[in-house]
């Protein structure tokens, strides 16, 4: 397949959604113990608004030019040497190692793909590629018990989303929190039992007590969050919406009886959580929710969107390759 060029979507500077410009690459080839995967959608994250911007956290920073993208779905096209053969033609999803996912083709370390369960959607397998392994981590480090209170912020999120429908099934009592009336009709869709709008003043006391926090927000959100959980609660960080972590100091909570929870993962037990949510969903019992789609030259739209704080679930680019 070498020779052509494929579109792919390039950062050269750092700056604005803008700086993200369409234009071409050469057309990859597959290497020892690599797969080329045909891109037809591709995974977004808040973070990579992040780092198209020059402002990601420590220590990520990408190397100019670079094309972005760490999440594809696609079809197997190639397969380079050490590569089991049968793997072409299969609808796989996988991480690209941090960068090259904004194409029409890429090529990703065989051994990380996920074959796509049948019965369920590309799309929605991509979109669970990343967020349904954060979720089900985030989840079992906690272990939410039947009857306790369940607290989600950004819950109308990629991984909110997933966290409010796992929780339930875990049959806690789940509150989700989000910004904005709109946002939060999301999750009380997905079974959430109470829906409040941390945007609003006093918020965390119309919560009340509660034992777990799922934390997607950050800074202060996730502080007052902090106050509401009980003796014995515990608290769970998977996302910083705010631009800044909670920083709660481990020594108050010690005083209050809250742990801290901070999930240790091996690549082992990463694959598993991927592999687990890719099985729910299969069995319909897990839906991502995808709010926003985009072409692959609206990747600065995508961004934009992002950025200004109005998408729900994930956000996706959508990619055809022109025949």
């Known amino acids: 397949m070498g020779g ?8 050269k500077e750092f700056g604005g959604p803008g700086v993200l410009a369409v234009g071409e690459a050469p057309d990859p080839v597959p290497g020892d ?3 080329l995967v045909a891109v037809e959608f591709v995974n977004i994250t808040f973070v990579e608004t992040q780092l198209r911007s020059g402002t990601g956290p420590a220590p990520v920073r990408w190397e100019l030019p670079v094309i972005p993208g760490n999440g594809v779905g696609g079809v197997v096209a190639a397969v380079g040497p050490g590569v089991d053969a049968r793997l072409v033609g299969r609808r796989v999803v996988s991480s690209t190692g941090g960068t090259g996912g904004y194409a029409e083709l890429a090529a990703v370390d065989a051994s990380g793909l996920f074959e796509v369960p049948d019965g369920l959607a590309l799309d929605d397998a991509v979109a669970l590629l990343a967020d349904g392994r954060t979720a089900t981590m985030m989840l079992r480090a906690v272990k939410p018990r039947p009857g306790e209170r369940v607290l989600v912020e950004a819950a109308a999120g990629g991984v909110g989303t997933l966290l409010v429908q796992l929780a339930k099934a875990a049959g806690a009592v789940v509150v989700a929190a989000a910004g904005g009336e709109r946002k939060l009709k999301v999750p009380v869709g997905l079974g959430a039992d109470e829906a409040v709008d941390y945007r609003e003043p006093g918020w965390a006391g119309a919560v009340g007590g509660v034992d777990v926090v799922f934390d997607g927000v950050g800074g202060e959100v996730a502080r007052e969050a902090f106050t509401l959980l009980r003796p014995g609660g515990r608290m769970v960080s998977f996302g910083l919406a705010s631009g800044e972590w909670a920083a709660v100091p481990e020594a108050e909570a010690a005083e209050r009886g809250v742990t801290l929870v901070r999930p240790q993962a091996t ?9 687990s949510a890719l099985a729910e969903a299969a069995a319909g019992r897990l839906r991502p929710v995808i709010g926003q789609r985009f072409p692959l030259d609206g990747a600065a739209d995508a961004h934009r969107a992002i950025e ?3 998408t729900v679930g994930k956000t996706l680019l959508e990619v055809r390759r022109p025949s």
């Not at 052509?4 to 950062?11: E, G, N, Q, S, T």
């Not at 690549?267 to 592999?275: D, H, K, M």
């Open 33 to 35: 113990g690599q797969a």
């Open 267 to 275: 690549p082992e037990t990463l694959r598993e959580f991927t592999q």
């Open 4 to 11: 052509i060029f494929v579109r792919a979507v390039w950062l």
């Open 308 to 310: 200004s704080r109005a």
